[in-house]
Each structure stands twice: as C-alpha cells, then as structure tokens.
C-alpha cells in the first residue's frame, strides 16, 4: 500500500506520518523527506499547523515559514477529535515506519492514540516524541518553545556581548537542533527496526537540545565551578578566534592555534608579536584578549575585507566574511553546494528553499515538492488506504478531514 516512489534517497520506501507543527517536528520530517522518506504531514483541524498563520511575510497569500519546512511532504488535514478521525490515523498506523509528534505528554493519550495503543496496531513502529523538557522528570508535562528552552539551557547567559542584557540566538537553535536529533534517533531505531522487527520510543526535547550546544561552556563549569558568561563573537578557549572590524565590514579570524597565530602576525606586519609575552601563548592571549582584540583592530581598519581576506586565503589562514542571510544565500559557494532549491508552489507560484546539507554518492537526497496546501492530498491518501469516494465524500461532509 505505500507509495511506488522513485526517489534515490537512502531512505526510500520509508513511511513517516508528520503529527507535528511549528518548527522541531517538521524539521525532523523535511529532512527524513529529503532523503527520501514519504512523509504524509498529518495536520489537525481546524486550521492546520499553526505555522501556516504567521502573518507575514507571505506569498501570495501563503505563510513563507510554513512553505520551507514543510516542501516534499504530502499534506493530510485530520480531525483527530472525531472518533472516524481516529480510526483513520489508526489504519495508517498500520504499514506506517514511523509517527513524528509534539504534542505535549498525555494529549494523544486522552485521544487514545498513546504509543501503547498504536505500538498494539503495528508493533514495528518508531515513535518520536519532540517535546520541550522530555517525557519524564519534574517538568515532563510542560510545554517548551525554543525561547524557553534557550534561556532553561544557559544558552541566553552565554550569548551577546558582555554586560548586555540576556540575549537568545538569532536562530531557533533549540528547535532546529531538536529536529536533527529527532532524525538521528529515528535513523537509529529504524536499523535496530531492520534487525529485529522491533520498533520503539524515541525521545527529545528542546531543552536537551538546547543542552547540547553548550559542550564547551559545560566542560568550562564542570572543571571550574563557575558559569562561562557572554563573550561577543569570541571563542571561550582560543584567540584570536572572532569577528574583526576592517574598513568596509566585518570578517572573522579563526587563529584556533599557534600555527596559525603565527601566520596571523605575518600578515598584520607584526612578527614581533610572536614573542610578546602578552601574546606568545594561547593562554597569554586569552588573558590580554581585550588589549589583543584592539591592537588588531587598529591595523584591519587600515585595509577593506577583500584586502584582508585575500591576504589570509594566500598564508594559508582560516578567515571569512561575515554575511547577512542575503549574501550567504546568494554566494556561488552556497549555490554550488545546491543549498537553494527553485520550487513551483499552486498558490505561492514560484518559491525557493533552503536545500538539504546532506549529500550522499551513491542515494542522493531530492527535493521536488513544494509544501502542500491544507488537506491537499487528503483524498489521493484516503484512496490508498482503501477508503471509498462514497466513504470520503462523507467524511468532509462531517467535518472528519478536510
């Protein structure tokens, strides 16, 4: 009954009902329909994944945060309240490889849609949780977004500039991250699947996600016992190794080790810097950072960023420009890498989205379907799964799926 497809993913064949919104839970499917996964996005009624009432910005009338995260999924609209909404979810349960959700704890359970209940109908089936704290613990019933987590995390502590107020990322860090692990555990459980027969419960949250990115700060914590706090665009352990002021924007210097360090000093035209002993040494660095950070100042104003970046390209020095989203959506290198996909939406027209950072030799990863409509697919799905036009014209009519 699953769909005859012909994509070359290495995860072709896959079936993966979507019971998510927002960002972690779709970012997870994306991916797995990226390599090749038939992602059936199962949204509630009414209206859909919440992502699709974000005002703006818009095209065409369609939300843009809605349309890239969700192309090369097909699109389903559920009432999961209805008792025949139920009953259809739990046929597609049936041959389905994995279910996606972020509902929070004891919701599909009151629905009678637990992983008890649906591990009854197919005993195979990888259950992914995405929820805020996990769930178990004291907060295992709370729900999470991205914010909360960020700040639960210490990661709002540890970014911006020192003596500035709490700041998060400028990214949904927590959400997008959780979405990755969610793929990483659902590829895990689907090879001890492939072993066994067995499926299971995979479980994350956006506060370990969160967690997670704070590898160096909590190595810092644990040796010390005191909190690393912001530090700007600057490494906790190695300098220099940030963002640098030349005289027509910014670029950054990664001068992780002496090696490079050396080079550095050669190309600022301050060998005698090698012997400072202000600055002989990472840790010397690192303890006269602000008096390092204005001396190379002074000099990188003196040239632009392609003076300075050509001279670091040619001693072998790991330097770039710092981008708006703009530029680094539009750099050959970005192109060349076929991060940005051309996709012909129904309503949107013609959109683009960011492509998938995985590449493969032998199964290449293929993105060709545009997010769907609401319930855009619902009657070609409910066909497969042997519901008749009869049966379908009835269910719209009773508001189970639209």
């Known amino acids: 009954m699953k769909e005859n497809t012909v994509h070359p993913g290495p995860l072709a064949g896959l079936r993966v009902l979507e019971l998510a919104q927002i960002m972690a839970g779709p970012t997870c499917g994306m991916m797995l329909a990226d ?5 059936i996005k199962v949204e509630k009624l009414p209206g859909g994944d919440d992502s699709r009432g974000y005002r703006e910005p818009r095209v065409n009338g369609v939300s843009a945060p809605f349309m890239i995260l969700n192309r090369n999924k097909r699109g389903m609209a559920l009432n999961l309240k209805h008792a025949q909404g139920r009953e259809i979810l739990l046929r597609m349960v049936v041959d389905a490889d994995v279910l996606i959700e972020n509902y929070r704890r004891g919701t599909l359970e009151k629905l009678g849609l637990g992983y008890d209940v649906l591990a009854k109908v197919n005993p195979g089936l990888i259950y992914c949780a995405v929820s805020g704290y996990g769930r178990d613990g004291p907060y295992g019933d709370k729900a999470g ?3 909360i987590a960020q700040g639960f995390a210490g990661l709002m502590s540890i970014t911006g500039e020192p003596g500035r107020p709490p700041v998060k990322t400028g990214n949904s860090i927590a959400d997008v991250n959780a979405g990755i692990l969610a793929v990483a555990g659902i590829t895990a459980a689907y090879v001890h699947k492939l072993k066994t027969g067995q499926g299971q419960v995979v479980d994350t949250s956006l506060m370990e996600a969160a967690l997670q990115q704070t590898y160096w700060h909590a190595a810092t914590f644990f040796a010390t016992g005191e909190s690393p706090g912001p530090s700007g665009s600057a490494h906790l352990l190695a300098a220099p ?5 030349t005289s027509d924007g910014w670029i950054n210097i990664g001068g992780a080790n002496q090696a490079n360090w050396d080079r550095i000093v050669e190309v600022l035209g ?5 012997d400072d002993p202000r600055y002989a040494s990472n840790s010397a660095r690192m303890e006269n950072l602000r008096l390092l950070t204005a001396a190379m100042d002074a000099v990188l104003a003196q040239h632009d960023q ?6 670091f390209d040619r001693a072998g020095v790991p330097a770039g420009p710092v981008h708006t989203i703009g530029q680094a959506l539009s750099h050959p290198q970005t192109l060349a890498r076929g991060m940005v996909v051309d996709l ?10 960011l492509g998938c950072p995985i590449h493969f030799s032998k199964t290449p990863t293929r993105i060709t379907r545009p997010a769907p409509m609401l319930g855009e697919h619902t009657r070609e799905l ?18 189970v799926v639209e």
């Open 270 to 274: 301050h060998p005698e810097w090698r």
């Open 241 to 245: 190794y940030q963002a640098f002021r």
């Open 344 to 353: 012909e939406h129904p309503q949107a027209g013609s959109v683009r989205a």
């Open 306 to 311: 392609a003076y300075w970046l050509a001279a």
């Open 382 to 399: 409910l066909r497969e799964y042997r519901y008749t036009e009869v049966q379908i014209d009835g269910f719209i009519a009773q508001g």
């Open 35 to 39: 390599m090749g996964a038939d992602v």
């Open 145 to 147: 977004f991205d914010l």
